[in-house]
């Protein structure tokens, strides 16, 4: 029968390139960005989060940026690791309710 | 520490039965809160609850009950089981209700037939 998959974006990039994934959210009341990666079988893993007067933060290989005039955040994975396969998700919240809301999730492969 | 645990992993159920999925976090978070992800649809929030004794309805909470056992356990139940239900189910926790760093268990694959 037909194989209904799981249709994400999906980014495919070599070892050691660096990696852009992109997310566009909708609520202009959300004041707080994460970022979450999961691999196949797993529970989503934190990588980053961005308070919304921040522009810009880095972690270990990882840069988060946040655009709130256009409302777009990005994940920027330096030197990507075929490690770094996995499906990544964005989630924004508004501290008045302090629940996050997921993105639909982009996956990264890695070829080595 | 174990982290988050949720049983079981797998589960398959029939149209009309019923089952409860176990969590427990061992991290003495305050918050706890349950997803189901389905294919292309990310992570929907079903019910969480802030702190012991508490819980509220998330995103889409029709068909399923919780219980806040105590501080470090958060059932989810389904009581008439529906095909629509067939998903993973994740259980996080948070060390405070505005925390945005949330621990995710393993997951509880379940098919209902």
């Known amino acids: 029968g037909e194989n209904v998959g799981l249709h994400l974006p999906t980014l495919s990039v070599q070892e050691g390139d660096n990696s852009i994934i992109n997310c566009a959210y909708s609520?202009?009341?959300?004041?707080?960005f994460i970022w979450y990666k999961q691999e196949s079988g797993k529970g989503p893993q934190f990588i980053i989060d961005?308070?919304?007067?921040?522009d810009k933060r880095q972690g270990q290989r990882v840069t988060v940026l946040l655009n709130k005039t256009v409302k777009h955040l990005s994940l920027q994975i330096a030197a990507t690791q075929p490690g770094d396969s996995a499906v990544y998700f964005c989630?924004?919240?508004?501290?008045?309710?302090?629940?996050?809301?997921f993105g639909k999730g982009t996956m990264l492969l890695v070829s080595p | 520490n174990a982290g988050v645990t949720q049983t079981p992993k797998f589960q398959v159920l029939k149209t009309g039965q019923s089952m409860t999925l176990q969590c427990a976090q061992d991290?003495?978070?305050?918050?706890m809160y349950w997803y189901r992800q389905d294919p292309g649809m990310g992570l929907r929030l079903i019910y969480y609850s802030a702190s012991e004794g508490t819980t509220d309805k998330g995103e889409v909470p029709n068909g399923y009950n919780v219980s806040r056992l105590n501080k470090r356990e958060f059932s989810l139940r389904l009581e008439s089981a529906a095909p629509s239900q067939t998903s993973v189910y994740f259980c996080?926790?948070?060390?405070?209700?505005?925390?945005?760093?949330?621990?995710f268990g393993p997951g509880t694959r379940l098919t209902v037939t």
């Open positions: 609520n202009s009341a959300s004041d707080y």
């Open positions: 961005i308070r919304s007067n921040m």
């Open positions: 991290m003495n978070h305050n918050s």
């Open positions: 996080a926790s948070s060390q405070r209700h505005n925390s945005y760093e949330q621990y």
């Open positions: 989630a924004d919240s508004n501290s008045g309710y302090s629940t996050l809301t």
